[in-house]
């Protein structure tokens, strides 16, 4: 009997351990953990429900679950038929993330979607929380590891990354505790983070926060690289490792979207792009819900064009599928010692 517990004891602690290490090619889904090999093509940064009333206000009566489905319901079925297996909601808490909402909507459409943990403080801290300005960033990242081990307020539903988001200039002091907190929070959960970030100099001032704190840029999402003209500045983003999200995709942008992506692929680094809209959603602030932008340039206006350029179907598969899912597979991404 003693044998046998002696025996039992380590297998368990080893069992503890792995349940949290985040395991090697999983994503985390509304619906739970999928394996990074099923995910089909993804659209990484779009939006079903954005609520702009601020943090001081905000509260989930102020839409109505039923009526946001079946606005959304419609665009999602449309990317759905288009070849898009995995959605990526990017609307932070504060913001009008529902992830009840968004269950509701990945099981009526079959669609993979993932949300997030995490704090958006672009636009002046408009969508910051009061308790935020006091804690210090080991505390907000505490709330974070948390939701990504037990889910978002009592759903179960779990965090697929850490969104968060700054300003376009320098970072303020409390931007900087955000992009502490991120590191922090990967560093436990090894959940990629994505941050709204624009212009290359926030960019590049978040990466060495994460260097600082030991996490690698592979772990870092610059969220609308597109707002930064200089694209020498996208190939130095990406050569330290870092993703670049060209994610304000539509119909009059096209030529734009060709041009950027061309010139990461002439710098070797077609692996580090990743695509989307930026596009929705329903607004509670709207007369019933406002306008609403759809999903589907990415798959009826760009993949055609840069077909017509000579794009291979690799080099489409690699945008489409590969780079997305490595940069959402949950890993501890540390900066090499
Ligand atoms: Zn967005």
Same mark, same amino acid.
Do not use: M, R, T, Y
């Given at each position: 009997m003693r044998k046998i517990l002696l025996f039992a004891i380590p297998v368990l602690l080893a069992y503890c351990q792995c349940k949290t290490t985040p395991e090697k090619g999983i994503i985390m889904t509304v619906n739970g953990p999928v394996s990074s090999e099923k995910l089909g093509s993804w659209l990484t940064h779009e939006h079903i429900l954005v609520d702009f009333i601020g943090a001081d206000s905000i509260s989930n009566d102020r839409w109505k679950k039923s009526e946001v489905i079946e606005k959304a319901f419609p665009y999602l079925q449309q990317v759905k038929e288009l070849g898009c297996q995995t959605f990526v909601e990017c609307t932070p808490d504060f913001l009008g993330r529902d992830p009840l909402l968004l269950k509701s909507l990945s099981d009526s459409t079959g669609l993979n979607i993932i949300t997030n943990t995490g704090l958006y403080g672009a636009r002046n801290n408009k969508f910051i929380p009061a308790y935020a300005f006091e804690e210090t960033a080991e505390q907000l990242a505490k709330r974070w590891i948390t939701e990504s081990e037990t889910g978002i307020d009592g759903t179960g539903i779990k965090p697929g990354f850490i969104k968060i988001g700054v300003d376009n200039g320098n970072l303020s002091e409390i931007h900087k505790k955000l992009i502490t907190a991120a590191a922090i929070a990967h560093l436990k959960t090894g959940l990629v983070i994505a941050s709204h970030t624009g212009p290359a100099i926030p960019a590049f001032e978040q990466?060495?926060?994460?260097?600082?704190?030991?996490?690698?840029?592979?772990? &870092?999402?610059?969220?609308?690289?597109? $707002?930064?003209?200089? &694209? $020498?500045?996208?190939?130095?983003?990406?050569?330290?490792?870092a993703w670049i999200s060209l994610d304000g995709l539509s119909d009059n942008k096209l030529q734009d979207y060709v041009k950027m992506i061309n010139n990461l692929k002439d710098n070797n680094l077609l692996n580090k792009v990743l695509l989307s809209h930026d596009a929705g959603w329903y607004d509670p602030g709207k007369e019933n819900g406002g306008n609403y932008r759809g999903y589907a340039t990415l798959f009826e206006k760009l993949i055609p064009l840069l077909r017509n350029e000579n794009y291979s179907e690799k080099e489409i598969n690699q945008l489409l599928v590969i780079n997305p899912s490595q940069a959402f597979t949950i890993k501890i991404r540390k900066v090499p010692q």
């Open positions: 990466i060495e926060i994460l260097k600082q704190e030991g996490v690698s840029p592979e772990a &870092f999402i610059w969220v609308h690289a597109q $707002s930064e003209k200089d &694209f $020498s500045k996208h190939i130095k983003a990406a050569q330290s490792g």
